[in-house]
């Protein structure tokens, strides 16, 4: 599973690098569907983080991996 989520990373990859970030994979519950992500570079301290995890990343991963119910930052 943890491959299948790294490509998907990969397409919300360059939107991230373009404004100086990055994403990483840090942990994914199969139980509860919760994959945990980090924002690095100058997306984790940027004040519009949880929208960038919840409007872009949550959607591009939901719709391509049915077994991902949340994408949580930490």
Do not use: H, W, Y
Request: net charge negative; aromatic share 2%; charged share 30%.
């Amino acid at each position: 599973m943890q491959k299948k989520i790294e490509e998907e990373l990969k397409k919300v990859r360059p939107m991230l690098q373009a404004d100086g970030g990055d994403v990483e994979f840090v942990a994914f519950n199969e139980e509860s569907g919760v994959l945990q992500v980090r924002l690095l570079g100058m997306c984790a301290t940027c004040p519009m983080a949880q929208i960038t995890i919840k409007q872009g990343i949550e959607k591009i991963i939901k719709d391509n991996i049915s077994e991902v119910t949340e994408v949580v930052g930490v």
